[in-house]
């Protein structure tokens, strides 16, 4: 009797999973109305029917629908998505997207949407998410539906608060459902409540929709609207002093980077090296060579390639820095006209000589996917290249330091710099520490051009952007002085993007350089004079 009983049962559930269930029998009776009637309105109709099920398999059809792959067959009138097989139709089930046969183009209907019927969808779908297992997927769709109000979202909206236990979603579905009543006909009260949520939110996207609303109505609900347009635009103007902060800071480290190099050679030696825009070139050529070896021949390596680049720019610009300073530079010490003339000379050969090599167009530096893309920290855009960069320079500047501080090379430069003839009597080889230094003055410049390969276009004229920039900073900041250098790199980028928006950027630039001059006519030597040779000097 045992026997029998349990027989029975496992006979039961084997009919029971194979017969459909009883929702999936409803989202096919449901489907099955696109072949009842084809007008955009009967079609509309059965999109919000699937929609308010809430059921996810509903994705697939909806998509196929919105897409133009939505068919009905003229033999049975049964729906099915269809996916182009060259000379005819695949057809795969609505829900499951398995293939259930293959038919002709003329064996089928197409169920037809205009651009109306597709916002439904998109407004349908954007619903099904709501319920997604992913809080990313649930986050997106608040996003869309806030951008997007209908009051038809707040019924969805209201049940995915009460089914919502992440409390920075449900803060994104009350946004979301407070736009779609400020566009509904809700009461009065409603609406004010909903003001207040989204002034709250404080972003640019509730800018946008209260105006629309302080255009659209009157009374209570246009001056509260009015109330937190102005409260959202003293909000805004502090972001933005932030972010054209951040964008003073970003511009900053590349100056730095850019001056670093230059700070050293026209401390230690006194050298104007109109040449040192050309190693910031030759090190983002070198990027350009390293990547383009890498994509032909080790794709895999491409999220390393900057950091092999790095060492490879650096002794590729330090090699043709010593090689100018041995050749060219040590045989116009206490000329500098001379060399000033002659490091712009060179400055044209090098370039010349890269058009010849690569031509004279930009080339292409990709981003590795480490420094792709952008995060939000509140009203600030921050993007991933930028502040990899400002890390990179804050790191140089910090190794460059301790080597200056804490090396015996560093003791001897630092000795150079302050009394060059009574470092030659302690015995320091001053041609030589001349010449390293130059070497590594246009080795860090040519680490620079790394940098600025992933936010600046890769051409021979790469370097000429940077020079006189570069030549404010030192002499702003004080020669041969590192930290002057890095308070005047700081200092002039956030300046400059203070004035661009008011000034313009060639305007801006000029009203800097007067700036500058100004103060010089105050402080000779800089902020951060040197002592020694430079004052004796």
């Known amino acids: 009797m045992i026997l029998l009983r349990a027989l029975g049962l496992t006979l039961l559930f084997l009919m029971a999973s194979l017969l459909p269930s009883n929702a999936e029998a409803d989202l096919r009776a449901i489907i099955a109305k696109f072949a009842t009637g084809t007008s955009f309105s009967a079609t509309e109709a059965v999109v919000r029917e699937l929609a308010a ?155 946008s929709l209260l105006t629309s609303v302080e255009a659209s109505s009157e009374g209570a609900v246009k001056d509260a609207a009015s109330s937190a347009i102005g409260a959202i635009n003293s909000t805004l103007a502090l972001w933005d002093a932030g972010q054209n902060i951040w964008y003073g800071i970003s511009l900053g480290s590349v100056l730095l980077l850019a001056a670093i190099g230059l ?35 080790f794709p895999e390596l491409f999220d390393w390639s900057l950091v092999i680049a790095l060492p490879l720019a650096f002794l590729v610009a330090a090699l043709v820095g010593l090689a100018i300073e041995r050749g060219v530079i040590r045989l116009l010490y206490g000329r500098p006209l001379e060399t000033l003339l002659a490091t712009w000379g060179i400055s044209l050969i090098l370039q010349q ?121 030192v002499v702003f900041g004080g020669v041969g002085n590192l930290w002057g250098t890095l308070v005047g790199g700081f200092s002039l980028g956030i300046v400059n993007k203070f004035l661009e928006p008011y000034a313009g950027a060639v305007l801006g630039k000029i009203v800097v350089l007067v700036l500058i001059i100004l103060f010089i006519q105050k402080r000779p030597r800089g902020l951060f004079a040197l002592k020694g040779r430079a004052v004796e000097a």
């Open 53 to 207: 099920t809430g059921d996810p398999a509903v994705e697939l059809p909806l998509s196929a629908l919105a897409d133009g792959n939505l068919y009905i067959r003229k033999a049975d009138s049964q729906v099915f998505v269809g996916k182009d097989a060259g000379d005819g139709i695949d057809l795969l089930d609505p829900l499951s997207g398995e293939k259930s046969a293959t038919a002709a183009k003329a064996d089928l209907t197409k169920i037809k949407v205009n651009n109306g019927l597709r916002r439904v969808i998109r407004d349908a779908l954007g619903t099904l998410t709501l319920r997604a297992k992913d809080p990313a997927v649930r986050i997106a769709a608040a996003a869309t539906m806030f951008k997007t109000p209908d009051a038809a979202n707040i019924e969805p909206l209201d049940a995915a608060i009460t089914a919502e236990t992440e409390p920075a979603v449900i803060a994104l579905f009350d946004q979301a459902r407070a736009a779609s009543v400020l566009v509904s006909d809700k009461p009065e009260a409603d609406k004010l409540t909903a003001i207040s949520v989204i002034a709250a939110r404080g972003d640019r996207d509730a800018l």
């Open 263 to 297: 700070a050293i050679t026209f401390g230690v030696m006194g050298v104007i090296n109109m040449a040192h825009g050309e190693m910031v070139m030759l090190g983002a050529y070198t990027t350009f060579v390293v990547q383009q070896v890498i994509r032909t021949s």
């Open 353 to 473: 000589a890269v058009r010849t090599i690569f031509g004279p167009t930009n080339q292409e530096v990709g981003n590795p996917s480490w420094m792709s893309g952008s995060f939000d920290v509140g009203q600030l855009a921050i993007t991933w290249n930028r502040l990899w960069i400002l890390v990179f320079a804050l790191l140089v500047f910090g190794v460059l330091l301790y080597v200056m501080k804490h090396t015996p090379w560093g003791l001897r430069m630092r000795a150079v710099t302050a009394n060059r003839r009574m470092a030659a009597s302690m015995g320091i080889r001053t041609p030589w520490v001349d010449a390293l230094t130059f070497a590594l003055g246009s080795g860090i410049a040519g680490i620079a051009g790394v940098a600025l390969s992933q936010i600046d276009n890769v051409s021979p004229n790469l370097g000429r952007g940077y020079i006189i920039d570069s030549f404010m900073v």
